[in-house]
């Protein structure tokens, strides 16, 4: 699914590029910090899915000095959300 985003996307090749090679050698590890921090590790990799199609959305507006710094806030952001919804649903059930 991230590669068909990323070619739909209005990017130049170089930011493809760039973007295609970050996931490359980040995805592992956000997976990975997901699955750590998560409630239910079984959404780790929509979680850093997730991350890069904002990166995607985002990147002509990004400094690019520090993505990978970026993403792991933007990775940290959507865990402490999902794990808020599930301890939502858990206290409802």
């Not at 990166?55 to 710094?69: M, P, Q, R, V």
């Not at 792991?72 to 865990?79: C, E, M, R, T």
Request: hydrophobic share 45%; charged share 30%; net charge positive.
């Amino acid at each position: 699914m991230f590669f068909i985003f990323l070619c739909c996307s209005d990017l130049g090749d170089e930011a493809r590029n760039r973007i295609a090679e970050l996931y490359k050698t980040l995805m592992p590890r956000l997976v990975n910090y997901s699955k750590a921090r998560l409630v239910d590790p079984s959404y780790a990799e929509d979680i850093a899915q997730t991350a890069f199609i904002i990166l995607i959305k985002k990147y002509d507006s990004l400094i690019h000095d520090d993505l990978s710094f970026w993403m792991l806030q933007v990775v940290d952001y959507l865990i402490k959300n999902k794990n808020r919804k599930e301890e939502n649903r858990k206290s409802i059930i």
